[in-house]
């Protein structure tokens, strides 16, 4: 007997049926069985609204990866009766769109409107995105873009003005929980974990769905007698990377919330923060040469050293590379934490620049100009200068701003660390410049 399969054509022969992943298998039917969303899809939230307004805009989906995303778009499609055309930024180019808006506008004329979801929007390039306006703005699509970049940055401005963002949260714990329970109940069995090693697997996910998911899978694929701890656990699986871009907005945020530990003078956040973007992968140089940035800016005189302890700790990070050259940056950390915060000198600074901007072009007073040839001294140059070490107390007194101009007050020190002491001498020498009508 000949095969059936012989006498069919390649494009007609049967495809074997293959096993669905757990994460297509659970994917939700419905918006309301979307995991963790729910301060965009209730009826407060801006997708919700939307929905009951029946009133869908463009949208950019802004969020970390396995949060929902695609899901989202295609049940949007669903509740809005809109066909769906999913195109990837990635593997896309100006050829493909023209046939994706091609295909739309026919689709129009047949009565029916499309919902076009972009994954990794921010990777097309400015021309690519301004491709999108008119199509946007005639009606042919609803644009719904997806990325994990901060949209502010990598989006034109005139993409921006024509679709609001969504900002989708990264999955909490609870999350990840409920959607343990939905796997098991399709899968049929209870994951081979104690209570320890579940909640273990959980965090591993780092916050993302479709890797929890996975996870899970090959959990519940696993051959065991009774149930594993966390160290067996461990043992058969490896732990996520966390998420970090050294040149995106992840490599930002942490930054940004470093700074603002030390800042804050919380050692503990700051070592946290610090130690984040080590395991992320940063390069220990970039980062010593925030922490002295930070010295300068936000402890300034309060505490000259803590700058030279920044330099001191880059210094040994070159010498003895890591892991202990990181241990002499973690100590900067520790020690810029602790230190008595001023930005006096920061703000002095800039007071300083924007009045040399607006008084640029006025010259200093005569009495402190030098006089090297007699036309300069018939002009007065150097006249009635008071060299200050004649006098009793080292301090003259006279004016050193161009003639006429108001005296500005730059630096204002603080009543902390060092400054404290700074403040007390310029105290005095305001007091004494005023006895002597400086």
């Given at each position: 007997?000949?095969?059936?399969?012989?006498?069919?054509p390649?494009?007609?022969?049967?495809?074997?049926?293959?096993?669905?992943?757990l994460?297509?298998?659970i994917?939700?039917?419905?918006?309301s069985?979307?995991?963790?969303?729910d301060?965009?899809?209730?009826?407060?939230?801006?997708l919700?609204a939307?929905?009951?307004?029946?009133?869908?805009?463009?949208?950019?989906?802004?969020?970390?990866?396995?949060?929902?995303?695609?899901?989202?778009?295609?049940?949007?499609?669903?509740?809005t009766?809109?066909?769906?055309?999913?195109i990837?930024?990635?593997?896309?180019?100006?050829?493909?769109l023209?046939?994706?808006?091609?295909?739309?506008?026919?689709?129009?004329?047949?009565?029916?409107?499309?919902?076009?979801?972009?994954d990794?929007?921010?990777?097309f390039?400015k021309?690519?995105?301004?491709?999108?306006?008119?199509h946007?703005?005639?009606?042919?699509?609803?644009?719904?873009?997806?990325?994990?970049?901060?949209?502010s940055?990598?989006?034109n401005?005139?993409?921006?003005?024509?679709?609001?963002?969504?900002?989708?949260?990264?999955?909490e714990?609870?999350?990840?929980?409920?959607?343990?329970?939905?796997?098991?109940?399709e899968?049929?069995?209870?994951?081979?974990?104690?209570?320890e090693?579940?909640?273990?697997?959980?965090?591993m996910?780092?916050?993302?769905g479709r890797?929890?998911?996975?996870?899970?899978?090959?959990?519940?694929?696993?051959?065991?007698?009774?149930?594993?701890?966390?160290?067996?656990?461990a043992?058969?699986?490896?732990?996520?990377?966390?998420?970090?871009?050294?040149?995106?907005?992840?490599h930002?945020?942490?930054?940004s919330?470093?700074?603002k530990?030390?800042r804050g003078?919380?050692?503990?956040?700051?070592?946290?923060?610090?130690?984040?973007?080590?395991?992320?992968?940063?390069?220990?140089?970039?980062?010593?040469?925030?922490l002295?940035?930070?010295?300068?800016?936000?402890?300034?005189?309060a505490?000259p050293?803590?700058?030279?302890?920044?330099?001191?700790?880059?210094?040994?990070?070159?010498?003895?590379?890591?892991?202990?050259?990181?241990?002499?940056?973690?100590?900067?950390?520790?020690?810029?934490a602790l230190?008595?915060?001023?930005n006096?000198?920061?703000?002095?600074?800039?007071?300083?620049r924007a009045?040399?901007?607006?008084?640029?072009?006025?010259?200093?007073?005569?009495?402190i100009l030098?006089?090297?040839?007699?036309?300069?001294?018939?002009?007065g140059?150097?006249?009635?200068?008071?060299?200050?070490?004649d006098?009793?107390?080292?301090f003259?007194?006279?004016?050193?701003?161009?003639?006429?101009?108001?005296?500005?007050?730059?630096?204002?020190?603080?009543?902390?660390?060092?400054?404290?002491?700074?403040?007390?001498?310029?105290?005095?020498?305001?007091?004494?410049?005023?006895?002597?009508?400086?």
């Amino acid at each position: 007997m000949t095969d059936l399969f012989d006498t069919m054509p390649e494009s007609g022969r049967a495809e074997p049926s293959l096993p669905r992943p757990l994460a297509d298998r659970i994917r939700p039917a419905r918006l309301s069985e979307v995991i963790g969303q729910d301060q965009v899809l209730g009826p407060d939230g801006p997708l919700g609204a939307m929905l009951a307004a029946h009133s869908l805009s463009s949208l950019i989906l802004w969020g970390p990866p396995g949060v929902g995303k695609t899901t989202i778009a295609r049940l949007l499609a669903d509740a809005t009766d809109l066909a769906f055309v999913q195109i990837s930024a990635i593997f896309s180019g100006v050829p493909e769109l023209r046939k994706v808006f091609d295909s739309a506008k026919l689709r129009r004329q047949q009565g029916r409107g499309t919902l076009l979801f972009v994954d990794e929007i921010h990777r097309f390039n400015k021309a690519q995105q301004d491709g999108f306006l008119p199509h946007m703005e005639d009606g042919t699509i609803l644009l719904v873009g997806a990325t994990t970049e901060n949209p502010s940055f990598e989006l034109n401005a005139a993409l921006m003005s024509r679709a609001q963002v969504i900002v989708l949260k990264r999955l909490e714990l609870s999350d990840l929980e409920r959607m343990a329970q939905r796997a098991e109940a399709e899968l049929g069995c209870k994951l081979p974990l104690t209570g320890e090693a579940r909640e273990a697997l959980l965090e591993m996910a780092d916050g993302d769905g479709r890797a929890c998911l996975n996870l899970i899978e090959q959990v519940a694929a696993w051959k065991v007698e009774g149930k594993l701890g966390t160290d067996a656990l461990a043992q058969r699986l490896m732990r996520r990377a966390a998420k970090y871009d050294k040149s995106g907005d992840e490599h930002y945020n942490l930054i940004s919330a470093l700074h603002k530990s030390v800042r804050g003078s919380d050692p503990d956040a700051a070592l946290y923060w610090f130690a984040r973007m080590l395991e992320g992968g940063e390069d220990p140089r970039y980062l010593a040469r925030r922490l002295t940035r930070m010295a300068v800016e936000d402890i300034g005189l309060a505490d000259p050293a803590a700058q030279r302890h920044c330099l001191d700790a880059w210094s040994l990070y070159e010498r003895l590379g890591s892991p202990e050259g990181e241990l002499a940056l973690a100590q900067a950390v520790i020690y810029l934490a602790l230190a008595p915060k001023s930005n006096a000198g920061y703000v002095a600074y800039k007071g300083a620049r924007a009045e040399a901007r607006r008084t640029g072009s006025l010259m200093p007073p005569a009495h402190i100009l030098n006089a090297p040839t007699k036309m300069m001294k018939d002009q007065g140059y150097g006249a009635g200068y008071a060299y200050d070490h004649d006098a009793e107390d080292g301090f003259s007194g006279q004016n050193y701003f161009p003639d006429g101009m108001k005296r500005p007050v730059l630096y204002s020190p603080v009543e902390r660390g060092f400054e404290r002491e700074l403040k007390k001498r310029l105290d005095w020498f305001v007091a004494q410049r005023l006895k002597r009508g400086g």
